[in-house]
């Protein structure tokens, strides 16, 4: 089992910037990918960013130039910098992990960016 714990969430005006925060903890060995996705009220849930073990990323086209993932293996923590943000990225922002065929979620943390 992996648990996921997101922080870094909050408000923000337009042009503002956040960083969010996901520990992985638990079963870490073998965790294949690290990202973020994000859900927005009555839209479905979409990939925002993705990190794979060897360090490859994958960005949504509506995010890149904007938005960086990274991580620090040794806290087995993955991070999403915001920058330059826009009212239509206000969503709850879901850390996401795989690790041997399994998926596995974090609880969430709300984004709100106010024009």
């Known amino acids: 089992q992996v648990q996921l714990v997101e922080s870094g969430g909050g408000l923000v005006q337009a042009g503002g910037s956040l960083r969010l925060s996901c520990a992985a903890s638990?079963?870490?060995?073998?965790?294949?990918?690290m990202g973020w996705y994000r859900q927005a009220p009555g839209k479905q849930r979409e990939l925002v960013a993705t990190?794979?073990?060897?360090?490859?990323?994958n960005y949504a086209d509506s995010v890149k130039g904007r938005f960086t993932i990274s991580r620090d293996l040794a806290k087995n923590t993955v991070f999403l910098q915001m920058n330059s943000l826009k009212p239509e990225d206000t969503a709850v922002y879901y850390c996401?992990?795989?690790?041997?065929?399994?998926?596995?979620w974090g609880q969430g943390t709300q984004v709100t960016v106010s024009s």
């Open positions: 996401h992990a795989t690790r041997l065929g399994f998926v596995y």
């Open positions: 990190l794979r073990v060897g360090g490859s990323t």
């Open positions: 638990g079963s870490t060995a073998s965790i294949n990918t």
